[in-house]
């Protein structure tokens, strides 16, 4: 089974914790009265999913997503996700020990808990992997070919995803997702549903690429001006995160 990076267990993530930034020590040696830090204890046995770090500085967005939100984001929000899937999957036995694709290749309409907060933790995972810094302003390569052999160009792409993250009505996310004959195609679900939820959405597929709109997302720096939490989105995509993306989806 193809395992994306950005889902992977790390030793580095806790369950629903931040972890702290390291005090500076000066000449980097512990006083002699500063007790030695106790050792961090192994996540337990039970806890399935851990919150990732976030691969880059909570303010390396600032300001088109100000750092303040992110920190709430990453730190509130999506651990949220993660304390709330492990305790649903501890009181559904028929998702024990599943990888989050494979839960939410499972998870049906009912599955309320597991639906909401796997696609919570999934839908967040990928969204911070994709963003910059880092990476060219457009899609490269295959990535780009792929782009303009469905939409016809990057403009008439950003165009179409941009209206789909607009006109998605309440909470949810815009997507752009490779098919299984790998086409690529946009959608936009509700909430934290996913195209990996073959048993729930219409449209599925593997996404490459998403955008929160959510208004935890964007709402203290933006309030009610979507749109331009959208354009500004648009210019912090890391196309080389999802080209690698596409080249993992491909079948
Ligand atoms: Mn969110």
């Known amino acids: 089974m193809k395992k994306r990076d950005f889902i992977k267990l790390t030793g580095l993530a806790s369950a629903g914790l931040i972890i702290a930034p390291l005090a500076s020590c000066g000449d980097g040696q512990p006083k002699a009265s500063e007790k030695t830090a106790e050792p961090t204890p192994e996540p337990a046995e039970e806890l399935s999913f851990l919150l990732p770090q976030l691969p880059f500085a909570y303010n390396a967005l600032d300001p088109k997503i100000d750092t303040i939100t992110m920190e709430i984001h990453h730190g509130k929000h999506h651990a949220g996700y993660v304390r709330k899937l492990n305790a649903a999957v501890a009181e559904a ?46 899609p490269e390569g295959e990535l780009a070919a792929a782009i303009a052999s469905a939409f016809g160009s990057y403009e008439a792409f950003a165009e179409q995803f941009a209206n789909a993250a607009k006109t998605r009505f309440g909470s949810g996310w815009a997507w752009l997702n490779l098919d299984a004959s790998n086409q690529l195609f946009i959608s936009s679900t509700p909430n934290q549903d996913n195209p990996l939820m073959v048993n729930i959405v219409e449209e599925t597929g593997t996404p490459i690429m998403g955008i929160d709109v959510w208004e935890h997302a964007y709402y203290l720096n933006y309030q009610n001006k979507r749109g331009d939490y959208i354009q500004a989105f648009m210019e912090l995509i890391n196309w080389n995160v999802v080209a690698e993306n596409m080249k993992m989806a491909m079948k």
């Open 93 to 138: 036995p028929g998702f024990a020990g599943m990888d989050i694709e494979s839960l939410l290749a499972k998870v049906e309409a009912d599955d309320t808990a597991v639906r909401n907060n796997g696609g919570g933790h999934y839908n967040h995972s990928m969204f911070w992997e994709i963003l910059k810094p880092g990476g060219p302003a457009q």
